[in-house]
Each structure stands twice: as C-alpha cells, then as structure tokens.
C-alpha cells in the first residue's frame, strides 16, 4: 500500500481506509442525532473513491473524492449554521424550542 505524505510536514494523510476498534463509534444505548448518521453514511460512502484514487490512481476517483469532499463541506456548513441557531435561540436540539428561524416562540413579553 503506498502511503501519501503531506507537503513539508512528513505526516501521512491518508494510510489506510479500514476502519479499526479505535474508530468505532459506540452505539450502547445512546441513539444517535440524524445529523451525526447523516455524516456518517456520507463519509462511509466516500471509502471505495479513496481506495481508487490513492492506492489505484484511477483519475476519476479523484474527481469524485473532490465532488464528495464538496458535498461534505456543504453539508459541514449547514451543520454549523444549525448548531449556531440552535445555540442562539437557548432551544434544544431535536426540536424542541427554538427552530431555524424561532417562529416557534410565542410568547409574550409585558
């Protein structure tokens, strides 16, 4: 298996694709935010691209691994703008409280 190096750093981006015990998630009891599962089945999905592009040089895995890197940075983001709205308006996560746009409040301040 060939080992990428970044630039400068001598750090290895990429060395394998197996998951191993230590990158497991634990799923004991706690059910999971649709977000995280979201990230989760979008990253997984990205696994076969990798393996073609770095261990194969197969140049159109490589233009897919950038389209879904581009996906996963979008998606990144509206993660973000959510934690930050949620984080704003004091709700909950889950929807309870506060949504994305606080419509949900109707209260009133005398």
Aim: aromatic residues 4%; proline residues 2%.
């Amino acid at each position: 298996m060939r080992t990428v190096r970044g630039i400068g750093d001598g750090t290895p981006l990429m060395e394998t694709n197996e998951t191993s015990e230590e990158t497991t998630t634990d799923t004991s009891g706690a059910k999971a935010p649709a977000r995280y599962t979201e990230l989760q089945a979008l990253v997984a999905g990205m696994a076969a691209d990798f393996e073609k592009f770095y261990n194969q040089n197969n140049k159109a895995a490589g233009t897919r691994v950038r389209n879904a890197m581009q996906e996963l940075k979008t998606f990144a983001q509206t993660v973000r703008n959510e934690v930050s709205s949620i984080k704003n308006s004091g709700g909950k996560a889950g929807g309870e409280g506060g949504g994305e746009d606080g419509a949900e409040s109707t209260e009133s301040t005398d």
